[in-house]
């Protein structure tokens, strides 16, 4: 027995039970599918068409009220009246969502009632595990189930036909079909007395009792104004809500108040389901019977409630309702509501007109087919509120009191505090025509009682500001050999031990003799900047001489010389072919290449001298002037018209020209650094606002590779060759290269194996040619110590550079061309026509 539509292709026909297959027929048709939905959805699972026959053919057969001669007997007993159906819940849930009714319309999701139907957690199913029921009604198709105990012991399970019928062996046939349980429990007890003699008498010693097991189902007619109206096959224990579930409920024209029940062509009840939506009243326990007719006539009186109120939408109102119904089934008025008047637009015969119903006359308002009633907001403002913001204990909003003065409401929220400014307070008060108006308050005098005191209105706002919101935040800065440079806030009291305190004390490489106080000067005509106070101070915070008692003022400037005799380690690095490769500390000032290679043990036997380079971070972000920014390797290209149509020295003169430009239109907009030359970070900001707004892809080296001959350096060591290391620089002294590396407007840019007699066009050629693109006369080639020689040209013949191990050939693209325009052309010949006429008057 499958448990999910995953395995319903597992499904077995002849292994179910009818009690089972009626199951699966509810459920289905409870969850608005119908049979051949059902079975269409077996057949995409991949059920065999034979046990889809076999299937259609079982429900064919209890859809005609007959018993199936398959199933296991044992599981069509009273135990089997609640079984679990071939497929689970989400079976169903999935078949439910594939529903076209199941994705209601606005207008279906507004409809009072509508989403009852559509519950995936509500079906309405009559439960099955009950006890028997003494006035349920047997008919054809039921099951019977006779215990006789006691003196005798003996059951049966007997099935009613059509003809209402059970045949006891040893007896024959009973009429039980149509008469209540505790009736054809007495009936059925009379007959068996003759075979059981303890049954009867005033001392019985033998029992008998009669159970319902496996129930017939009913065929109900639905009609009208349903979903999926048509004929049900339901459980004789369905109710007609049980019964419209099924049939979807009904639409959006359907009435949810006037469900009208026939049996025998007469009425037998009308259903109003708002009774159970408001009240929770099943007015409709009956139980249905065969042929019974459902039938949902159209609505007649629907009304829209829309605003403040629990429950919007759509509402049908029986005669004789007035509006405050419709107030309950809208569940009331919301916080929020303005519940003295309500809005109603109503149609007339010809038009539409607006009226407005009191509060006084909702009880008595008939509302009408089509009315829509609004519902208001209250006003989004205050009758009785008051402000006050500021330096005060306890500031926030306060209700407004009859008489309410200004000291009053200070006294609400605790008094002043002690930075209040008092001189002048701000109450702002919004005039008649809602403009505002600002009054000015002498709060000390107000307090005093030297000044009136000043009445509250309401949405009043009172800011008392503190003393510190109306000047400069005070702070004092160290900078320099301290731990922790910075601004500080400034206290009274405050001294310069305290401050090196607050910065973390001295660095190691701090100067005790030389800290100097930079102070603001004010109302000097002198044209002095700044006052300077110096100060000798020990690494145990006292201050040895005059100034010992000196208190620092706001905005001082306390700043802290480095040492002259102290010295940081700066390192250097060697990487490759030496004895002892790795980091070094520069020993002196003066110290050279050639003294490293020393200290590194010398060069090992496979070091490839022409090779070797000298990695140096970039200086540019550190040049003290705007001049030197020419002389930095700013960028290396990756935009790749940049790059094949301009070698790097081009580029880098093209961006520093408009770096230039971009200084100059900025003017005074520059800012400086203590030298009064342009900043790092502007220039920095300067290249990057030039890449962002012209696309340009550029990326800013760290650090640049710095050609030198390792030969040189080494036939005379501290020469002209060999450079002073700086801090961070990295000498890199590969193995011997064997490669030649190809790129640019090659036809097949490669790697090739080095040939000590190899020319560049050999190279070239190896790679198959220059390309149509390929700018030749302006090819170079970067060699493996980074230095880099191009292309030579006399007269009409080019001279290329000499190849060695690790060079890399790069060939450029030529430059786009612009073609000429029309313009240019019929300029052109205008030009020509004028010196053809020019040279004709001369000769002549």
């Known amino acids: 027995m499958a448990q999910s539509l995953q395995d319903i292709q597992n499904v077995r026909a002849d292994d179910l039970s009818d009690a089972q297959i009626e199951q699966l027929i509810k459920r289905a048709e409870a969850s608005g599918m119908n049979e051949q939905q059902l079975i269409a959805v077996a057949r995409e699972r991949g059920l065999p068409l034979s046990e889809i026959s076999k299937l259609q053919q079982r429900i064919?057969?209890?859809?005609?009220?007959?018993?199936?001669?398959?199933?296991?007997?044992?599981?069509?007993?009273?135990?089997?009246?609640?079984?679990?159906?071939?497929?689970?819940?989400?079976?169903?849930?999935?078949?439910?969502?594939?529903?076209?009714?199941?994705?209601?319309?606005?207008?279906?999701?507004?409809?009072?009632?509508?989403?009852?139907?559509?519950?995936?957690?509500?079906?309405?199913?009559?439960?099955?595990?009950?006890?028997?029921p003494p006035g349920y009604t047997v008919g054809g198709g039921d099951q019977l189930l006779i215990d006789v105990y006691g003196a005798s012991q003996q059951s049966y399970d007997l099935r009613v036909n059509p003809e209402g019928y059970i045949l006891i062996p040893n007896i024959g046939p009973i009429q039980v079909g149509g008469s209540t349980i505790a009736a054809a429990t007495a009936r059925i007890k009379s007959v068996l007395t003759q075979i059981y003699s303890g049954l009867g008498g005033a001392n019985p010693n033998t029992f008998m009792e009669l159970r319902l097991g496996n129930i017939r189902t009913v065929s109900v007619a639905l009609v009208g104004e349903l979903n999926q109206p048509g004929n049900y096959q339901l459980p004789s224990f369905a109710s007609p809500f049980n019964a419209l579930f099924v049939a979807g409920g009904p639409n959006e024209n359907g009435s949810f108040r006037h469900i009208q029940v026939y049996r025998d062509n007469k009425l037998l009840t009308e259903i109003d389901v708002y009774d159970f939506l408001v009240s929770g009243k099943n007015t409709s326990s009956i139980t249905l019977k065969d042929s019974d007719v459902i039938?949902?006539?159209?609505?007649?009186?629907?009304?829209?409630?829309?605003?403040?109120?629990?429950?919007?939408?759509?509402?049908?109102?029986?005669?004789?309702?007035?509006?405050?119904?419709?107030?309950?089934?809208?569940?009331?008025?919301?916080?929020?509501?303005?519940?003295?008047?309500?809005?109603?637009?109503?149609?007339?015969?010809?038009?539409?007109?607006?009226?407005?119903?009191?509060?006084?006359?909702?009880?008595?308002?008939v509302p009408q087919d089509g009315d829509i009633y609004r519902v208001g907001e209250i006003l989004d403002r205050f009758t009785n509120r008051v402000q006050i913001s500021g330096a005060l204990m306890r500031p926030g909003t306060f209700s407004l009191e009859p008489g309410m003065t200004?000291?009053?409401?200070?006294?609400?929220?605790?008094?002043?505090?002690?930075?209040?400014?008092?001189?002048?307070?701000?109450?702002?008060?919004?005039?008649?025509?809602?403009?505002?108006?600002?009054?000015?308050?002498?709060?000390?005098?107000?307090?005093?009682?030297?000044?009136?005191?000043?009445?509250?209105?309401?949405?009043?706002?009172?800011?008392?500001?503190?003393?510190?919101?109306?000047?400069?935040?005070?702070?004092?800065?160290?900078?320099?050999?301290?731990?922790?440079?910075?601004?500080?806030?400034?206290?009274?009291?405050?001294?310069?031990?305290?401050?090196?305190?607050?910065?973390?004390?001295?660095?190691?490489?701090?100067?005790?003799?030389?800290?100097?106080?930079?102070?603001?000067?004010?109302d000097d005509g002198s044209g002095k900047l700044a006052e300077i106070i110096r100060i000798d101070i020990d690494k145990n915070l006292k201050i040895n001489g005059g100034n010992s008692d000196l208190e620092l003022q706001p905005f001082d400037h306390v700043i802290v010389r480095r040492s002259p005799g102290f010295q940081r380690e700066e390192l250097v690095r060697v990487e490759g072919e030496v004895t002892f490769p790795g980091e070094f500390a520069i020993a002196s000032a003066n110290e050279r290449i050639s003294d490293l290679l020393e200290r590194a043990g010398g060069l090992n036997q496979f070091a490839y001298i022409k090779g070797a380079t000298l990695i140096r971070r970039n200086e540019f972000f550190n040049a003290p002037s705007e001049k030197d920014i020419k002389t930095r390797n700013l960028v290396s290209v990756k935009n790749n018209i940049l790059r094949d149509s301009l070698d790097q020295t081009e580029f880098e003169k093209i961006l520093l020209e408009r770096v230039d430009q971009e200084i100059t239109e900025k003017g005074d907009d520059q800012p400086t650094n203590e030298s009064n030359l342009i900043s790092d970070d502007f220039k920095k900001q300067t290249i990057e606002s030039i890449v962002e707004r012209d696309s340009v892809e550029i990326e800013i080296k760290t650090q640049e590779m710095v050609g030198i001959d390792l030969e040189a350096i080494l036939r005379n060591p501290r020469g002209p060759e060999d450079l002073i290391l700086k801090e961070g620089d990295v000498l890199?002294?590969?193995?011997?290269?064997?490669?030649?590396?190809?790129?640019?407007?090659?036809?097949?840019?490669?790697?090739?194996?080095?040939?000590?007699?190899?020319?560049?066009?050999?190279?070239?050629?190896?790679?198959?040619?220059?390309?149509?693109?390929?700018r030749k006369s302006k090819s170079y080639v970067v060699y493996a110590n980074g230095d880099v020689r191009r292309t030579n040209r006399f007269l009409f013949f080019s001279f290329f550079p000499k190849i060695e191990p690790g060079a890399e050939i790069i060939v450029p693209q030529k430059p786009e061309r612009q073609p000429m325009s029309v313009q240019s052309w019929i300029g052109l010949a205008s030009s020509l026509a004028t010196l053809a006429i020019l040279v004709n008057n001369i000769t002549r």
């Not at 139907?117 to 009559?126: C, D, G, R, T, V």
């Not at 500001?465 to 320099?480: L, Q, T």
């Not at 004390?505 to 004010?522: D, L």
């Not at 193995?735 to 590396?741: D, N, S, Y």
Request: glycine share 8%.
């Open 732 to 774: 890199s002294i590969p193995k011997e290269l064997q490669t030649v590396r190809m790129r640019g407007e090659l036809l097949y840019p490669t790697t090739a194996r080095y040939r000590p007699q190899a020319s560049f066009r050999n190279y070239v050629s190896r790679a198959g040619g220059f390309s149509e693109n390929a």
């Open 406 to 522: 200004v000291t009053q409401l200070i006294e609400k929220a605790d008094g002043l505090r002690g930075d209040a400014f008092l001189n002048r307070a701000t109450l702002y008060r919004n005039q008649r025509d809602f403009s505002l108006e600002i009054l000015p308050l002498d709060i000390e005098a107000i307090v005093n009682g030297e000044a009136e005191d000043v009445a509250l209105q309401s949405e009043d706002v009172l800011n008392i500001a503190s003393i510190y919101d109306i000047r400069e935040e005070y702070f004092v800065k160290i900078s320099g050999e301290v731990n922790r440079p910075g601004a500080f806030t400034f206290g009274e009291n405050m001294t310069v031990e305290d401050l090196v305190l607050r910065s973390g004390g001295f660095k190691e490489s701090a100067t005790s003799s030389q800290v100097e106080i930079a102070r603001r000067v004010k």
């Open 60 to 132: 064919a057969s209890l859809r005609s009220g007959g018993i199936s001669s398959t199933g296991n007997s044992n599981q069509q007993r009273y135990q089997s009246r609640q079984v679990e159906g071939i497929v689970s819940d989400s079976l169903f849930r999935e078949l439910r969502e594939k529903d076209p009714f199941y994705q209601l319309t606005p207008k279906q999701k507004k409809i009072f009632g509508y989403t009852l139907f559509y519950n995936k957690e509500l079906n309405f199913n009559p439960s099955l595990n009950i006890p028997t």
């Open 295 to 365: 039938i949902v006539p159209p609505v007649r009186n629907r009304v829209e409630i829309m605003g403040p109120v629990r429950r919007e939408g759509l509402f049908e109102m029986e005669p004789g309702e007035k509006l405050a119904d419709l107030i309950a089934f809208a569940g009331g008025f919301r916080g929020d509501a303005y519940k003295e008047r309500i809005t109603i637009t109503r149609n007339t015969a010809t038009e539409r007109k607006v009226e407005d119903v009191d509060v006084a006359n909702f009880e008595v308002f």
